[in-house]
């Protein structure tokens, strides 16, 4: 059931009621609105999944648009008991997930983001520092995601660095802050729901998304030109974080179903993506008048320089930004190479489009190897 508009006394009264004896109904939060592929299918229809496959025994009213918990408070609030579920964006709060946030520094590691996307969530199943981490907030970790490539979305043409200069780019930190910086751009942080009307008002100049936003938030209405420089993924954070208490007081059938459902889910939302960028381009060109625009080689090469002196530097910025030891930051850096690499040999020759053999390798190669029955379980 989407609640879409509420007041806030009608969220407390059904945040009050949750929990209480006979059939319970829980409260599921996505900040995003609900056209968005991660509320579509990792929350609409991934609630009405794990009811129908728990018989009724867990039901879900999702929460979508922010109108329960906001970008910057799902994490917190679903600790707090307000949601039972949340998507939490895990560079909105460096502070609270630093070795989240170390992993999503390697976003611009490769363009496959199905590799990406599958090495961080095995990551964050079963590293110890990364599931303490979890723990400490409040949260159990229960499932990943990956974003297709990001790119440019702007008001006015990128064709060169020179243009890029000054110009205030909505990133959503970490490394896009930084590439926003050696570019001469200004990095600006607020929540990717912002971006539409900062690209409408001129308070923004570019703002960085996959291009099915192009369709799905109706950018082409503000914004014409589109640099086809690749920024990586976007994957930090749990597309599904559950407050512990109700984690821990689910059967392991349940929590099996919830996990199981979610692999599903991720892959049925990363067709849709696709889906959505392809008719994203071919209609922002033939009828928004999108222009997608090869950039100045200068501009690409200056690209690739950073890209290269970044990922040798980050090991020293997870010492001095997010306060990690150097022998825990090597850790999670080789880790998560490693992993990127393997899931990149795994998913040699699979069709990006093939719905069944995605979602087959990763209900057996990761959700189905987290054991229901001890795991988030201490």
Same mark, same amino acid.
């Given at each position: ?20 004896? +006979? ?14 592929? &991660? ?51 895990? $560079?909105? !709060?460096? =502070? ?10 390697? =976003?611009?590691? $490769? ?13 964050? &199943? ?32 990128i064709r060169s660095a020179a243009d ?16 926003? $910086? ?47 420089v690749p920024l990586g993924s976007y994957?930090? +954070?749990?597309?599904? =974080? ?34 959505? !960028? ?22 690409? =090469?200056?690209? %690739?320089?950073?890209?290269?002196t970044d990922a040798q530097n980050l090991?020293?910025?997870? %010492?001095?930004?997010? +306060? ?34 995605? !979602? ?7 959700? %189905? ?10």
């Amino acid at each position: 059931m989407i609640k879409k508009l509420l007041s806030s006394a009608t969220v407390v009264a059904l945040c009050a009621t949750a929990g209480t004896a +006979g059939a319970e109904t829980f409260s599921a939060n996505n900040f995003l609105d609900a056209s968005h592929p &991660f509320s579509v299918e990792n929350y609409t229809n991934w609630a009405k999944d794990v009811g129908e496959r728990t018989n009724g025994e867990v039901e879900f009213d999702v929460f979508l648009g922010g109108v329960l918990l906001g970008g910057r408070a799902s994490m917190s609030g679903t600790a707090d008991g307000v949601a039972q579920v949340a998507y939490h964006a895990g $560079t909105y !709060t460096p =502070a609270e997930l630093p070795l989240t946030n170390i992993i999503s520094e390697l =976003a611009f590691l $490769t363009d496959n983001f199905y590799a990406l996307a599958a090495a961080s969530t095995v990551m964050s &199943f079963t590293h110890p520092a990364l599931l303490q981490e979890y723990k400490q907030n409040g949260v159990v970790f229960g499932g990943g995601y990956g974003t297709p490539i990001y790119y440019l979305i702007c008001n006015q043409p990128i064709r060169s660095a020179a243009d890029l200069e000054g110009k205030r780019v909505r990133m959503p930190g970490g490394i896009w802050d930084r590439w926003a $910086t050696a570019m001469g751009a200004v990095s600006v942080n607020v929540p990717s729901s912002e971006i539409y009307t900062g690209l409408d008002r001129g308070t923004l100049d570019c703002g960085v998304n996959p291009l099915d936003s192009l369709l799905s938030r109706s950018y082409w209405d503000v914004a014409k030109y589109v640099p086809m420089v690749p920024l990586g993924s976007y994957y930090s +954070g749990p597309m599904w =974080a559950y407050d512990i208490e109700f984690w821990q007081s689910r059967t392991p059938e349940q929590r099996a179903a919830m996990l199981e459902e979610s692999a599903k889910a991720f892959i049925r939302s990363a067709l849709l993506y696709l889906e959505n !960028t392809d008719k994203a381009v071919t209609q922002g060109e033939a009828e928004h008048g999108m222009e997608f625009i090869e950039v100045d080689p200068a501009l690409m =090469a200056k690209h %690739q320089e950073f890209v290269e002196t970044d990922a040798q530097n980050l090991v020293e910025l997870a %010492q001095s930004q997010y +306060g990690v030891s150097e022998e825990l930051a090597n850790d999670l850096v080789d880790t998560f190479k490693a992993l990127v690499a393997e899931w990149e040999t795994k998913l040699e020759g699979v069709d990006y489009q093939d719905k069944e053999a995605l !979602t087959k390798l990763f209900l057996e190669d990761i959700y %189905q190897k987290v054991d229901p029955a001890t795991y988030g379980m201490n």
